[in-house]
């Protein structure tokens, strides 16, 4: 999931289908987008094909809103698998790809893996850019990071939540969502332990954000009808009939 930052720079180049690719980036500000060196790309692309190029260089591609493979449900890791180098590869990756944005939650189909494993921390760092009065109405606070495989997430009580929320891949988008106050998530860790996580406030909709896309569902999907704005505009005032932000 995006962060509730305001961000004034944009990507310059349109998103492809080749998930894998390797980008070239400078080293991002603490909360600016990944830059691409355009300079560089096709050498670093010649580069990875010959192995010349260093791995800590190449980060898997958010995929964008608009790629049909965003819609497709992800496949559950075998238990015996996630010990794979793969797997742990995948998870590595996540990490790295999910903080450089940065965001605060991502899941393995937004950069082109079609398994159910999401990762998710939230920070002091991060909150920073929000006003104590939003966090206290989110619910928000910071917790380490958790990847969590074959997640299976269960609604607890009955209190729901109205507010708005990005993507990492919808960028430079919001809208409310009405979310599951409290959840309770259970699955594996990264070393096959199985975990259960009581989750409220901030980190319930997190989690329920990240599972959504291993169900091919998007915020878009379930957003509230008409609250969809840039990330510019979130302040303005919502249209007539919206609901008021919170919990109820
Ligand atoms: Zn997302």
Same mark, same amino acid.
């Given at each position: 999931?995006?962060?509730?930052?305001?961000?004034?720079?944009?990507?310059?180049?349109?998103? @492809?289908?080749?998930?894998?690719?390797?980008?070239?980036?400078?080293?991002?500000?603490?909360?600016?987008?990944?830059?691409?060196?355009?300079?560089?790309?096709?050498?670093?692309?010649?580069?990875?094909?010959?192995?010349?190029?260093?791995?800590?260089?190449?980060?898997?591609?958010?995929?964008?809103?608009?790629?049909?493979?965003?819609?497709?449900?992800?496949?559950?890791?075998?238990?015996?698998?996630?010990?794979?180098?793969?797997?742990?590869?995948?998870?590595?990756?996540?990490?790295?790809?999910?903080?450089?944005?940065?965001?605060?939650?991502?899941?393995?189909?937004?950069?082109?893996?079609?398994?159910?494993?999401?990762?998710?921390?939230? @920070?002091?760092?991060?909150?920073?850019? *929000?006003?104590?009065?939003?966090?206290?109405?989110?619910?928000?606070?910071?917790?380490?990071?958790?990847?969590?495989?074959?997640?299976?997430?269960?609604?607890?009580?009955?209190?729901?939540?109205?507010?708005?929320?990005? +993507? !990492?891949?919808?960028?430079?988008?919001?809208?409310?969502?009405?979310?599951?106050?409290?959840?309770?998530? @259970?699955?594996?860790?990264?070393?096959?332990?199985?975990?259960?996580?009581?989750?409220?406030?901030?980190?319930?909709?997190?989690?329920?954000?990240? +599972?959504?896309?291993?169900?091919?569902?998007?915020?878009?999907?379930?957003?509230?009808?008409? @609250?969809?704005? *840039?990330?510019?505009? !979130?302040?303005?005032? !919502?249209?007539?009939? +919206?609901?008021?932000?919170?919990?109820?």
């Amino acid at each position: 999931m995006e962060l509730s930052i305001q961000r004034f720079t944009h990507r310059i180049l349109p998103s @492809t289908h080749h998930y894998f690719k390797p980008i070239s980036r400078t080293r991002p500000g603490a909360f600016r987008p990944p830059v691409r060196d355009r300079s560089s790309g096709s050498a670093a692309r010649a580069g990875w094909f010959l192995g010349m190029r260093e791995k800590k260089d190449v980060l898997p591609e958010i995929v964008k809103a608009g790629d049909p493979v965003l819609h497709e449900p992800a496949q559950e890791v075998r238990p015996e698998e996630i010990g794979s180098k793969r797997i742990q590869k995948i998870i590595d990756e996540m990490v790295k790809v999910m903080r450089a944005a940065p965001g605060v939650g991502l899941a393995a189909p937004q950069i082109g893996i079609p398994l159910k494993i999401i990762v998710l921390e939230d @920070t002091i760092e991060y909150m920073r850019y *929000t006003t104590k009065e939003e966090i206290k109405a989110q619910n928000r606070q910071p917790f380490d990071l958790l990847v969590v495989i074959n997640p299976k997430l269960k609604r607890k009580g009955n209190q729901s939540a109205f507010f708005f929320e990005g +993507c !990492l891949s919808v960028d430079g988008f919001r809208a409310i969502v009405e979310r599951h106050s409290e959840v309770e998530v @259970t699955g594996f860790d990264r070393f096959g332990q199985a975990i259960k996580v009581d989750a409220s406030g901030w980190q319930a909709r997190i989690f329920q954000h990240e +599972c959504d896309h291993l169900d091919g569902t998007l915020y878009v999907d379930k957003m509230v009808p008409r @609250t969809f704005r *840039t990330v510019e505009n !979130l302040d303005l005032p !919502l249209a007539a009939g +919206c609901p008021k932000l919170g919990a109820r």
